[in-house]
């Protein structure tokens, strides 16, 4: 498989949506989002915008905003384009991309910032694993790219989504800086090469570099994602990830996450909406386990105060076993290790830890019990042993077992 920024970044976001996308490939009708639509359309434009100035012609704002609109007019098809957001129309997403293209016009013209060495350029990214004497093969394309001097090179990309990033999310931005790598090795004697984003939605420009540590880093942590998607095609496993995403996503009407609510959303009879057999499992499982959780609610407090005493009992006497008229309880006490909480420093050195020493694929799920079988059963090396307890709290767990024989 030739893997790609977006195929990976498809995969972190959903592991499901990438299965379908790039490995059943379902025949379904796909529809274009209309964000995706204008984006693409206000890309078209600028391309024809710098394509024309290689030859030393200057279109008008006015002949860009029609070759815009023609564009528009020929390839829009309401069939297959989709408005998630009903309360805006398609005249107001074209009206958003001629604004856009209205405001990088009058900022930029006459366009004399560089030479424009590639527009929509496609070019190849090779990754070498030492590990397992793999080749990866990748593959992007460059909106715009330009030669400011003889040894100073910018990479542009058009964003046309409503949010800009900020500064620390560019810095750390994947897509550019694979680029980068790629340009590298095609123009070795470039000194100075330039990440820039042209947020079209609020007209900002934005700019970021990457040192030789930055890249090496983005490097293996690209080969560690190929080798979870690798992983993942091993085992035919891909879990869906809902998200915010998924009223945009191509494949909700057969998402086994999405596709009984799509369905269902378009029945208008409450009477056959109730009828319908799988709202009729939803409604009795509520209404039985409404009941249940009744019951438990006075049961449960009394249930672990005498959980609590068991425990208790067997460590005063030192007993693991305690028998009652015709049946046992077990009493276990298991050691286990406290992962750092998420989005804490520890957790990140920790995460960063079990990808420098190549077991991502194995602990990628960060599982206490994975993490504890590993000590236990003397996997780590002693020297990683050492780093990873000190990122690691040992807790004592008891767990009560009941037998039915004495």
Known sequence: MIYSHSRLETFKTCPKKFYYNYIEKPDI??????????????????EKLYTDLKFLKINSLDQIIDYYLECWNKE?????IEIVRTSYSKDNYMEMGKQYLT???????????GKTIGLEMQIP????????????????????LTLVSEDHIEIHDYKTNKNPKNQLELDCDKQLALYQIAIEK????VKKIDLVWHFLSVDL?????????????????IISIIKEIEHARRKDYFPTNPSALCDWCEFKMICPMTAHNQKTKNITDENEYLNEPGVKLVEEYKKLNSEKKKVLDEIDPKLEKLKEAIIKYSIDNNLEKIVGLDSSLLVKCYENYKLPGKDTKERELLENLIKDNNLWIDLSDLSYIKITEFVNNSVFSEEFLNKISLLLNKEKTHRIYQNSKK
């Open 103 to 113: 405001d990088y016009y009058n900022r930029y013209k006459p366009f004399d910032q």
């Open 125 to 144: 990214i090779r990754f070498y694993d030492e590990d397992t004497d793999t080749l990866y093969n990748l593959t992007g394309y460059i909106d715009r």
């Open 76 to 80: 829009y098809d309401e069939k297959k």
């Open 205 to 221: 420009e934005m700019r970021s570099s990457r040192s030789k540590d930055q890249l090496e880093n983005l490097e293996k942590e």
């Open 29 to 46: 009708e796909k529809k274009n989002s209309i964000e995706a639509f204008m984006g693409s359309m206000v890309h078209l434009a600028l």
């Open 186 to 189: 095609m123009y070795p004697d």
